[in-house]
């Protein structure tokens, strides 16, 4: 399982990495993983505001279907138009091929969430 | 199994008929004058030309590519796939229940409504509930109806702030699904690691915005909810109503009851527990029932008893409505009383238990070879977390895909959700030991395989007509109808 350091990482398996003002915002391999091959990804809407812990899109895989959570409050400025060509790129690279890039409301929730080595043993009791 | 693997398209050829008309002996009229063109199909109506035997030889051969309890066992998890007697066709191919008419006046059909009538009351005994509606024609049906009344309920209190239903994560996904459906958010509560409900987090989640908590007892995992009745309790203070998944009865029947755990409204799954058809478009059968103080509240019309006579009562001002024309599937009706009259009260106890020691005995003789997350005695289905060779290249769905090679229905697999890789068992009462041994053999040498040459699991199935379908592309790319090249 990969898990990639200086990111931040929630319980629902969701990961953000800063970028500037911005923040990037996908799902980790274990939940990648777990949910096998994906099919479809639901993105959110542009200039949605979303608040943390609240769905901001759907992720299908041959599995199951799951809601994402937002890891922190936040307004979405962009979304990853190639996962609705190519939802299987999640399964390539978690990592590399997020799901959409937000404007965090107060980089201070960052410090609610998991880093790498928390996140790391947070897996290991979830397995 | 049967190679035959044709669409009726692709063996028509044009010209070829089945029939023959005598001549034409009325004239022929202008069709735009009969009906109008912007009625009319503009495309010409593609239809299979074929013969009478060649049509009768394609529906047989396909008829026999089913697979279905009687043809093999069929241990799909949460879904209760028993063998349904035939003494239930013979009762419901009666002229006198078959040939009635839905609107036949209430006098000629006091039989039927005495069976609607002497069901319900049944149904009720059996669960310890007071009244039961038999309309909703599926299980997702009365779960909707379940919940329509739980909100029917507070909202005739002067209560509508109770917009949100509680939902476990270990949840079939038709609770959250009908709850959303019902108007309702759904809070979704995360599970103890033994698939139980989890005390505090209910605690946290329970507020008076909070209609009630759906709920299956036995859980998902098929373990027993001690905790059931501190559950009922801590929903009741809350002011909500606790609602019963009858998907897992077949576990407890005769031996306890889900009102006298407490819960305050139920669905039933005629064609799970009490053996009527499954699949295949049944139809099913999912009546609900309810306690006392919800009982003005089912769908109406509800069949009554006024002294000798049966009638509909229509004059039901707080029902929720009427879910289903007429009365529900009624020939599933007769099926499910017939099973229920022959077995008894004796013999309904004896299906539970008998579903339960299956169900154990399979899970005892596989735990050496495949992960079992939660080693306890099981109710009637239990839940495997994939081989138990970790290292091993094979995945749950390529033992699901060998499965086919031996003839087997496969288990239900990656349900539930909190159980990684998860292979749910649910052999139900009305197997053979021989059966379940032969089954039990099959799946350790599958997990021998796995070790050994994992490419047969890898490749399977290679005995069926169509080999591993690519589930992406089927997920993705579905090809759903045939079209002319």
């Known amino acids: 399982m990969k898990i990639v350091n200086g990111l931040y990482y929630t319980q629902d398996h969701e990961w953000v990495k800063l970028e500037g003002n911005a923040a990037l915002v996908g799902i980790t391999d274990f939940a990648a993983h777990a949910l096998g091959s994906i099919v479809f990804v639901e993105l959110p809407e542009v200039d949605a505001e979303i608040e943390a812990e609240e769905n901001f899109g759907t992720i299908e895989s041959v599995k199951a279907a799951s809601d994402m959570l937002m890891p922190v409050t936040g307004k979405v400025i962009a979304v990853n138009e190639d996962l609705e060509n190519d939802p299987s790129l999640v399964n390539s690279d978690p990592y590399e091929n997020w799901i959409c890039k937000i404007e965090i409301a107060n980089k201070a929730d960052l410090d609610e969430l998991m880093n790498a080595e928390e996140y790391e043993a947070f897996c290991k009791e979830e397995a | ?485």
């Open chain 2, 1 to 485: 199994m049967v190679k035959y693997d044709q669409l009726i398209f692709e063996i028509s050829k044009e010209g070829r008929k089945g029939y023959a008309f005598p001549g034409c002996k009325v004239d022929n009229v202008n069709l735009d004058e009969m009906i109008p063109s912007a009625l009319r199909r503009g495309t010409e109506i593609i239809l299979p030309e074929v013969s009478e035997p060649q049509l009768v030889r394609h529906y047989t051969q396909v008829s026999m590519k089913n697979f279905g309890v009687d043809t093999g066992f069929y241990p799909l998890g949460s879904c209760t796939m028993k063998y349904n007697p035939k003494i239930n066709e013979d009762m419901a191919s009666l002229p006198k229940f078959s040939a009635l008419h839905p609107h036949q006046e209430e006098r000629t059909v006091q039989g039927a409504l005495e069976l609607m009538h002497n069901l319900s009351g049944m149904l009720s005994e059996i669960g310890g509930m007071d009244a039961f509606s038999l309309q909703p024609a599926a299980g997702a049906q009365g779960e909707l109806a379940g919940l329509m009344i739980i909100k029917a309920y507070h909202e005739k209190r002067g209560d509508f702030k109770r917009t949100k239903i509680i939902v476990p994560d270990s949840a079939h996904g038709t609770n959250p699904a009908s709850a959303h459906i019902a108007g309702f958010d759904v809070v979704e509560i995360k599970s103890t690691k033994d698939g139980a409900i989890d005390i505090e987090n209910l605690k946290a989640a329970l507020n008076d915005e909070i209609a009630g908590l759906m709920l299956t007892n036995p859980s998902t995992l098929g373990l027993f909810e001690k905790n059931i009745v501190e559950i009922a309790k801590l929903v009741h203070e809350a002011g909500g109503q606790l609602y019963y998944d009858g998907a897992n009865l077949n576990a407890i029947m005769g031996q306890t009851r889900p009102g006298d755990m407490g819960f305050d409204v139920v669905h039933y799954n005629l064609h799970k527990t009490f053996t009527t058809p499954h699949g295949g478009g049944g139809p099913g059968s999912g009546p609900v029932g309810v306690k006392k103080h919800l009982e003005p509240f089912l769908p109406k019309p509800v069949v009554t008893k006024v002294g000798d006579t049966f009638t509909l009562d229509n004059n039901r001002p707080d029902s929720i409505g009427r879910l289903k024309s007429f009365n529900g599937n009624f020939g599933i009706l007769v099926r499910a009383y017939t099973y229920i009259l022959t077995m008894g009260a004796e013999g309904l106890s004896r299906v539970s238990e008998m579903a339960v020691l299956n169900a154990n005995y399979i899970q005892e003789k596989l735990k050496a070879h495949y992960t079992l997350p939660v080693d306890t005695i099981c109710k009637h289905e239990f839940v495997l977390a994939g081989l138990k060779n970790e290292l091993s290249t094979c995945s749950t769905l390529d033992v699901a895909k060998r499965l086919l090679d031996h003839g087997y229905h496969p288990p239900t697999i990656y349900f539930p959700l909190i159980v990684p890789n998860a292979i749910m068992i649910e052999p139900t009462e009305t197997e053979s030991l021989e059966t379940l041994d032969a089954f039990i053999d099959v799946m350790i040498q599958i997990s021998k395989e796995a070790d050994e040459n994992p490419e047969l699991l890898k490749n399977a199935p290679t005995t069926t007509v169509i080999r591993r379908v690519d589930e992406v592309m089927a997920a993705r790319s579905p090809i759903l109808k045939w079209e002319k090249q």
